[in-house]
Every structure is written in C-alpha cells, then in structure tokens.
C-alpha cells in the first residue's frame, strides 16, 4: 500500500472521528428536537433551565469557612459553591439524594385523641377502713385462747379468748339484782314501780353491753339467774388475724390490745407517681397492676384517692388503688407493676415524638415544605401521650414533619443562618483604606561638618517618622562618634536653702 492509500485512510478516519464526537455532545439538542417536533413550545420545553446563583463557597469539611469565589480551603479541600435559593425562606434546601443518604423521613401532623398510660410502681396495703384492734375494756386474766396465732383466718362472732374479770363478775351481780326486782314488781298495782323496776333492768343490761360482753352470755345470765365466770371476746367481722399480742394466762388492762384483725376481702395500693404526671391521673381512672407471683394476670380496679401533698425526697405523689380481693391473692407488702389509663383528653392537633427537638427555651420541629426545602419552626407543646405530642401553637393538620435526621438539619440549617449573618455584617463594615506609607528621604550631598556630638532625637517631632530608613549616602560627616550610651548626670551636693530658722526648728522637735 503507497503512501497516498495511507492519507486517504487517515483522513477518513479522523472526519469520521470528529462527527462522532460532534454528535455525542450535541446528543441532548437532538434528542429534543426529535422528540416532539418542532414548534415553539417544543423548542421552548429544550431551552436549558435559569442558570442558578452562588452566594458564596464554602468547605465541605467546615461549612464555616466561607470565600467569595472557588479555590481552596486552609484544610486543602476543593470550595463547594453555596446556591441563593439553597437557604430561601430561612430554610435550607437538601438534594434527594442526600436526603436519602441522610434518612430523612417525614410523617404528616394529624388531629387525633391524646391519651397515655401512666406508669408506676406501688406496693399492697390494708384497707385501712377494714383493719380493727380488739382491746379489752376491763381488767382481768386470759383464761383460754381460741385463736392462738397470728394469720389464722376468722369468721365474724367467732371466738377469741375467754377473761375472767371481777369487775365483771360484780357487774352480773348487780344485773342478776335487777332482774329479781323487775320480775318482783311486774304485776304489781302500782305502776311506778313497775317503771322504776324495768329501768333498772335495762340500765344494769346496759352496763354489761357496754363492757362488751356478748348477747348470748347475757341471755344465759338472765336465764340461768347465775353469775359466768368468764367473758367470751368475739371477732366483729371476717378477716386475717395479723397481730396477737396476748397468751393464756397473761394479765390484761383496759385499753390492752389483744388482737389485730385485717379484712382482705379489698386491698389497697400505694402507687408513687413522678410529679410530671400527676396531672393527668384524677379520681375514678381506672387502673390494673401485675404482680411478680403471679405472671400473666392482671387485677384490675380504680383511682379512689390522691394525696394532696407531694413527697420532697422522691418528687412523687401518693395514689391510693383500691381492687377488690376475693380469694386473698393479693398480700400486703406485694410489689405491683401500675398502670393508670386515665380519660383521653380532646382532640388535638400532634406530632410524633421523635419530630420534636427538645431545648432548654424553645422546642422545634422541622417542616418539609416542598421541593427539597426544609425549614425550622419553634412549636409550643402541650401534653405527651402514646408517642405524640400535642402542639398548641406552631405547626398545623397537614403539615409534613421530619420523624429523622432533623437533628442534622436543624444544626445545618442554624449554621447557614450564621453564616448568612456574618457575611451580611462584612458587606456592610468594610474596613477604611489606609495611608500609603511615606517614600524615604534622599540625602545625599548634604554636607553636614561641624555636627558632631549633636544628639539626633526624633522623639516629639511629627512629620519626620521612617527617618530610620533615610538615606546617608555621600554625606560629610567626620567627627561624628556618636556615644553608645548618654553620659550620666551630674548631682548637686548644694543642699537646699531653707526660708527661715522656724522650718529647722520644727523639724527637730
């Protein structure tokens, strides 16, 4: 092949090359074209988009390092250019991508209920209307016991201990008289004292209701027309015997208590509540507790008390549960797991939890409006319940709020405001342009003899600074030494006239 087939060739391949290449670029010109014809509004839809304006560049790696144009930062990293309509509205605007790389999610506010479980924990108790001392009201000696340990379940009337008491002998004497004079002067003529007797029978009756004996030793008294030895001391309800302070045998007083019975039929719980949700428990709620006995059960009851005061150690308050109690599985002393379901409150306008960013003055939530812009707004809380927060004032039904990531763009979006802020502040206090500084002096030719010893002080004359730059080329100046140090000051040994003798004289005294 001759040297003429070889340009040929290579001709042909570089025309070939070139409209390649001039088609790759002019790709998506041609694609527009031909895609939905010619007209206007074809050629307008092609027309590149509004170029967009920088505001000023910044460091990737420290976005508060701003310059006024491309280059690098003090870190070597390339400047990033920062877009006018990126922080439009007091907002920042954030690429898809990025917010994808970020996990931005969002979730719209919504009109709902707001209602929560209050959480706490509270330990059973007596019910205190229900607990009872059993004393004895006279002086004596235990004679027997019935029930001789503590825990032992009794039924109401049953018995507890029988006392022998002389007091109380004496007093079924007195009562066994009054039944003899009663039954004496019942069919007598004269009805005073049929009247006088009958009181007398019911005063000395009185006396032994009054010392707690028992109806049924009463009757035996009046019937058998014999004094008892000793008084039966009943149980006045059902219940558990959780105190026992007697023995046989032991001497007893009035006022002594003998017994302490408990009816567990209903039970209490204390539960503490954190001071920041007492607001929402009221009387009547309703309320369940587990208990670690029994796993997977629940009792359920109510809310019957709040304390009116709060505990200063534990900043909490006392609420008093009540459940009833039936079988006896809840023992006093048992630790409960307490929720409170207290009444939902009305419908509010809410936001998740997690969209709220909590501050010391101010909370915010960040507002998705659109487009890639993002914005902060300051909300005002109300009540907290299932996750949600209700906002009083600040964000509307409807509005898209971020649930993740705000932290990223609230802190972008503060430093975007300060930077903003700064560059505004360096725009509009440029600095005054200084003073040129003033050109040596030229002295040469001066001929300066007979000059010499004279002392070349610059200090207190204006106009004559940079004289240290000044230039002593071909200057006469012999004789000219000039002393590397002042020669120091000679002293007067005169010493000092005084006016008048009176001066010395009160001087030496």
């Known amino acids: 092949m001759n040297s003429a087939d070889y340009r040929k060739r290579f001709f042909v391949t570089l025309a070939l090359a070139v409209a390649i290449a001039g088609l790759y670029f002019l790709r998506h010109e041609i694609a527009g074209l031909f895609a939905a014809g010619h007209g206007p509004a074809q050629q307008a839809a092609v027309q590149p988009a509004k170029e967009r304006k920088i505001k000023y560049w910044t460091d990737p790696m420290d976005p ?4 006024q144009g491309p280059g690098k930062s003090p870190m070597g990293m390339e400047l990033v250019p920062v877009y006018e309509d990126d922080t439009a509205g007091g907002g920042i605007r954030i690429r898809p991508e990025v917010q994808q790389n970020i996990g931005v999610r969002t979730q719209k506010a919504k009109v709902r209920p707001v209602s929560r479980t209050v959480r706490a924990s509270g330990v059973v108790a007596f019910d205190e209307r229900k607990v009872t001392n059993v004393q004895a009201k006279v002086s004596g000696w235990v004679e027997k016991l019935f029930v001789n340990f503590t825990g032992e379940k009794v039924k109401k009337g049953d018995y507890l201990l029988e006392l022998y008491s002389p007091e109380l002998v004496a007093t079924e004497e007195e009562f066994l ?3 003899k004079n009663r039954d004496a002067v019942m069919n007598n003529k004269d009805l005073d004292l049929m009247t006088g007797g009958e009181a007398m029978y019911q005063a000395a009756r009185k006396r032994l ?3 707690d004996v028992p109806e049924h030793q009463i009757w035996d008294i009046e019937w058998k027309k014999e004094v008892l030895k000793t008084l039966h001391i009943h149980s006045p309800f059902d219940g558990v015997v959780v105190g026992k302070m007697v023995s046989a045998g ?4 009035p006022g002594m208590t003998l017994y302490t019975i408990a009816d567990l039929s209903t039970v209490w719980v ?5 001071e920041y949700e007492i607001g929402w428990v009221k009387t009547g709620d309703r309320a369940s507790i587990t208990v670690p006995a029994y796993p997977g059960r629940t009792f359920t009851g109510r809310v019957a008390f709040i304390a009116p005061v709060l505990e200063r150690e534990t900043r909490t308050v006392k609420v008093r549960l009540e459940f009833a109690n039936p079988r006896g599985d809840l023992k006093p002393e048992m630790f409960a797991a307490v929720d409170i379901r207290p009444s939902e409150r009305p419908k509010a306008v809410t936001v998740p939890k997690e969209a709220v ?3 010391g003055k101010r909370d915010v939530v960040i507002v998705a409006l659109g487009g890639g812009l993002f914005s902060p707004r300051e909300v005002r809380l109300g009540v907290e319940g299932e996750g949600y927060y209700e906002i009083t004032n600040g964000v509307a039904e409807g509005d898209e ?10 802190s972008e979006s503060n430093l975007r405001e300060a930077t903003n802020k700064m560059l505004s502040h360096s725009h509009s206090a440029e600095p005054a342009p200084q003073p040129a500084p003033a050109a040596p002096a030229d002295h040469s030719g001066m001929k300066m003899d007979g000059m010499e010893g004279m002392p070349m002080e610059h200090e207190g004359h204006t106009g004559m600074e940079g004289m240290e730059h000044m230039d002593h080329s071909g200057m006469k100046m012999e004789g000219m030494e000039m002393p590397s140090e002042p020669a120091p000051k000679k002293h007067s040994k005169k010493k000092p006239k005084h006016k008048n003798h009176a001066d010395h ?3 030496g005294e």
């Open 401 to 410: 709020v971020v649930t993740s990531a705000q932290f990223l763009i609230d």
């Open 505 to 507: 004289a009160g001087h």
């Open 270 to 274: 204390m539960a503490d509540v954190y």
């Open 357 to 359: 960013i909590r501050g």
């Open 209 to 211: 209701q009054y010392l």
């Open 177 to 179: 008289l009054a039944v």
């Open 250 to 253: 032991l001497q007893v007083g």
């Open 64 to 67: 508060a390092y701003t310059a």
